[in-house]
C-alpha cells in the first residue's frame, strides 16, 4: 500500500513498543478475552478495507487510458485481494468467521468510497496513494500494541502493492503536461486526508476493545497511548501525508 515516499509515521520518531503484549505471542495474549475481541475487530476492519481497495481498483482499471495501465491496476488489484485472503486465513484459524468479523466495519468503509469516488483517472490514483497510505499509517501505528504474531501479520498486509510509485509517476507527469490540474488534485488529496483520518478516528470509537487496546490498555498488560501520544501519532501521520503530497509534487 505503500512506498519510501509515503514513509511509514512509524520511522525513528515513533514510540516504542507497548510493554506486554507486544513481546508475547498470540497463544499467550489471547488468553485475555478483551485483548482477543479488539484484535478480532483489527482483522476484521483490515480485512474489509482490503477487499473493498480490490474492488476499487478493479473498478478504477475501467478508467485507465491505456491497456498498459489497466493490467497494471489489475495486478494490483490482484495484490489487495491476496491481503484478503492472508486475513480472513487468519480469522478462521482462530475460530472466528470471517464475515461477522467484517461485517460491523462493512457500512463505514463503504461510507466512505462513497463520499471519496474519484471522478477521473488521476483522482482515483491519488485516492489510492494517500487515502490507502494514511489508513495503512495508521494501521501500522496500532500495530505496536499487537501481540508478536498479530503484529507480522498486520504489518505484512500492508506492505507496498506497487502502486505507490505507479501514482507517483502518473500523477507527477499529468502535472508536468498540464501544470492546472496540480491545485485541483492538492485539493483533493487534503479532502481525502480529512475523509481518511475521520474514518480511522471511527473505526476506533465505534468498537470498545480496539478503543481499551489503544487508549487504556488491555488488563493492565499493555500501556495504549496516552491523550499525548495520541496527538503525537496524528501529528506523524500528517508529516508523512505532507511527504507523499511533495513525492506527488502536490502542495500539502
Not at 480485512?47 to 497494471?72: I, N
Not at 469516488?117 to 495508521?138: C, H, N, Q, R, T
Request: proline content about 3%.
Amino acid at each position: 500500500m505503500s512506498t519510501v515516499e509515503n514513509a511509514s509515521p512509524a520511522d525513528d520518531s515513533a514510540p516504542a513498543e507497548a510493554a506486554g503484549i507486544a513481546s508475547q505471542d498470540w497463544a499467550t495474549a489471547s488468553a485475555s478475552p478483551q485483548y482477543r475481541a479488539a484484535v478480532v475487530d483489527l482483522l476484521g476492519a483490515l480485512a474489509y478495507g482490503e477487499l473493498a481497495a480490490f474492488e476499487r481498483l478493479a473498478e478504477d482499471a475501467k478508467l485507465a487510458p491505456t491497456l498498459e495501465d489497466k493490467a497494471e491496476l489489475a495486478a494490483m488489484a490482484s495484490a489487495e485481494f491476496h491481503h484478503f485472503e492472508r486475513l480472513r486465513d487468519r480469522l478462521t484459524a482462530i475460530e472466528v468467521e470471517p464475515t461477522a468479523a467484517m461485517q460491523p466495519f462493512a457500512k463505514g468503509v463503504d461510507d466512505f468510497h462513497r463520499q471519496t469516488a474519484p471522478s477521473d483517472w488521476l483522482e482515483g490514483l491519488v485516492k489510492a496513494y494517500v487515502g490507502d497510505s494514511i489508513a495503512s499509517d495508521f494501521y501500522r501505528e496500532v500495530a505496536s500494541h499487537l501481540d508478536t504474531d498479530t503484529r507480522g501479520l498486520v504489518l505484512g498486509v500492508l506492505d507496498d502493492t506497487g502502486h505507490g510509485n505507479f501514482a507517483v509517476e502518473k500523477v507527477r507527469a499529468a502535472i508536468e503536461a498540464d501544470p492546472r490540474c496540480g491545485g485541483r488534485l492538492a485539493l483533493w488529496a487534503r479532502r481525502l486526508m480529512g475523509e481518511a483520518l475521520s474514518q480511522a478516528q471511527r473505526v476506533v470509537a465505534e468498537r470498545d476493545a480496539l478503543s481499551t487496546m489503544l487508549v487504556g490498555g488491555v488488563d493492565g498488560m499493555a500501556a495504549g497511548f496516552d491523550l499525548a501520544a495520541v496527538g503525537e501519532m496524528f501529528t506523524r501521520i500528517t508529516k508523512a501525508h505532507t511527504k507523499r503530497m511533495a513525492a506527488l509534487g502536490l502542495a500539502a
